[in-house]
């Protein structure tokens, strides 16, 4: 059943919820890339880090903690 006139609002949900963004995914459970000019220090940072060149650039890997993702530039 929708509201009379030209907007399509179902009555069912209330007014303040027909106006809100769509939900998010949670941002604490992706891990963000640290952009970094020099990876000398961030490769040093733990054991497991890997320094890897793909595609013309160089990212520090760690499959242990992905926290510890680092890209050059």
């Known amino acids: ?17 027909a106006f809100l963004p769509p ?11 640290k952009v970094s000019p020099s990876l000398k220090s961030l490769k040093q940072r733990h054991p497991n880090c890997q320094v890897v060149r793909r595609k013309g650039r160089v990212y520090i890997i760690n499959k242990t ?5 680092a890209r050059q530039g």
């Open 65 to 69: 903690h992905p926290r510890y993702k």
């Open 23 to 33: 939900l998010s995914f949670n941002s604490k459970s992706q891990t963000t890339m």
């Open 1 to 17: 059943m929708f509201l009379p006139g030209k907007r399509k609002i179902p009555i069912d949900t209330p007014p303040s919820a």
